[in-house]
Antibody, heavy 118, light 111 residues
Framework: QVQLHESGPGLVKPSETLSLTCTVS?????????WGWIRQPPGKGLEWIAS???????FYNPSLKSRVAISVDTSKNQFSLKLTSVTAADTAVYYC???????????WGQGTLVTVSS | QSALTQPPSASESPGQSVTISCTGT?????????VSWYQQHPGQAPKLMIY???KRPSGVPDRFSGSKSGSTASLTVSGLQAEDEADYYC???????????FGGGTKLTVL
């Protein structure tokens, strides 16, 4: 059973960097598929942020590309998200997920709320 | 890039059928047969219901079906049940198949 769990600070100050980690169990990241981050501002819809394939190829939302980095640590079976220069507009529930053979997302973490506030 | 267009809400009585549309462009929905649909109950993570336009993951009832015509995809839920009441989001790759768009979401109410 594939499980994903997000972790990281729940509060980040404006202009600082948001850093989140997704720990995967039940499947080895290096075995295949792709891994991604999606966010959902309170009361709003889903927004895809970034994905990374097991090969290391990365893909970013064009509207966030200048501030986002996604990476994988296969030794820890984790992947991470960094979002720089955050503002209140980055306040959201952040989900990590595992992709399928194409761009769909098969397994999701439970999400973690990150609030940007001083 | 803009989000895919979904109606904000839909409603129907138990036992009936409802169809939710997802309209994109020739650069996203119209370009790829990779539309997926997600169900989200309040306070929960999204759940994959349909992928690659009309395929159902294991465990998803066959009451859920998907289709696509041109740049518009659709999710049909037949034999509506109370537990189908949720938000539904469509998704599609976009650009040169190098990023992903979501729809704005549709709140489905089972009357």
């Amino acid at each position: 059973q594939v499980q994903l769990h997000e972790s990281g600070p729940g509060l980040v100050k404006p202009s600082e960097t948001l850093s989140l980690t997704c720990t995967v169990s039940g499947y080895s990241i290096s075995s295949g598929f792709y891994w991604g981050w999606i966010r959902q501002p309170p009361g709003k819809g889903l927004e895809w942020i970034a994905s990374i394939f097991h090969s290391g190829s990365t893909f970013y939302n064009p509207s966030l590309k200048s501030r986002v980095a996604i990476s994988v640590d296969t030794s820890k079976n984790q992947f991470s998200l960094k979002l720089t220069s955050v503002t209140a507009a980055d306040t959201a529930v952040y989900y990590c997920a595992r992709g399928g053979s194409t761009w769909f997302l098969s397994y999701w973490g439970q999400g973690t709320l990150v609030t940007v506030s001083s | 890039q803009s989000a895919l267009t979904q109606p904000p809400s839909a409603s129907e009585s138990p036992g009936q059928s409802v169809t939710i549309s997802c309209t994109g462009t020739s650069s996203d929905v119209g370009a790829y047969n990779h539309v997926s649909w997600y169900q989200q109950h309040p306070g929960q993570a999204p759940k994959l219901m349909i992928y690659e336009v009309n395929k159902r993951p294991s465990g998803v009832p066959d009451r859920f079906s998907g289709s696509k015509s041109g740049s518009t995809a659709s999710l049909t839920v037949s034999g509506l049940q109370a537990e189908d009441e949720a938000d539904y989001y469509c998704s599609s790759p976009a650009g040169s198949n190098n990023y992903v768009l979501f729809g704005g979401g549709t709140k489905l109410t089972v009357l």
